[in-house]
């Protein structure tokens, strides 16, 4: 009955409420170009698709961010849905980044260009490079935070080494980064899979990072730092 329910009830209408409210956020950018109205658009997206797929989402630690702050996010990532938990559950407005190829997609392209979203280009280091220093100065002039997968990209299991870009962009910002821990979403929604299963999921929200006092050289130590801390999130009962 969960695999009739994902195929026949859940899979339109996430396909449903995608298209109608990426339409929605697309108007909205005409109007508002620093991406605000997107981001709450997205949110309510995010919303739908959890609500419609009967996946609930436990909070921890949200009394740790300032409402008002500006972060780097750092989360695991094995899932689709992980996204929709973090719009959905995240007060900060913050923008993300996405494979370059994603940009020349009809729709989806102008939809992430128009909200804020960075291109990733991973084969070229001297563009992510200039991506990065980008996104520091997003965060610096315009007060927005920035959401990064450090494993480059879903992990079918277990968590992966982290890249070092998340540490760099908050150390160029000076901004705090924030461990998040996704708990439970990949046995929901494995990568590959097209049953989407309902159930409990649990976001765990570090404490905070700064970065005050720190240089680009000391971008690893602060990489490994995280990796540790959402090592920890992931099993703390």
Not at 25 to 36: E, H, K, N, P, V
Not at 122 to 150: D, Q
Not at 159 to 168: D, M, N, Q, R, V
Request: net charge positive; aromatic share 8%.
């Amino acid at each position: 009955m969960s695999l009739v329910r994902s195929l026949v009830f859940s899979t339109p209408l996430i396909l449903l409420c995608t298209v109608v409210m990426g339409t929605l956020s697309l108007i909205a950018s005409f109007f508002d170009r620093t991406g605000t109205s997107q981001h709450q658009l997205a949110r309510a997206w995010a919303r739908m698709l959890l609500a419609v797929s009967f996946i609930r989402v436990r909070v921890e630690g949200l009394e740790k961010l300032d409402p008002r702050g500006v972060y780097v996010f750092v989360a695991n990532h094995g899932s689709f849905m992980d996204i929709p938990a973090l719009l959905a559950s995240l007060p900060q407005q913050f923008r993300f980044f996405a494979k370059k190829g994603l940009f020349s997609i009809p729709f989806l392209g102008t939809h992430l260009r128009r909200a804020g979203h960075l291109p990733v280009d991973r084969s070229s280091p001297r563009a992510s490079l200039k991506t990065m220093l980008e996104a520091a100065r997003i965060m610096r002039e315009r007060g927005v935070s920035v959401l990064n997968f450090p494993e480059g990209g879903r992990s079918a299991t277990g968590l992966h080494e982290f890249k070092e870009g998340p540490a760099y962009i908050a150390i160029k910002a000076g901004v705090p980064v924030v461990p998040v821990a996704i708990v439970g979403m990949r046995d929901l929604l494995p990568m590959g899979a097209i049953h989407l299963r309902s159930g409990k999921v649990v976001l765990r929200v570090g404490d905070p990072i700064s970065t005050i006092g720190m240089k680009a050289s000391d971008r690893t130590e602060l990489t490994g730092r995280l990796y540790r801390e959402v090592s920890r999130l992931l099993v703390v009962r």
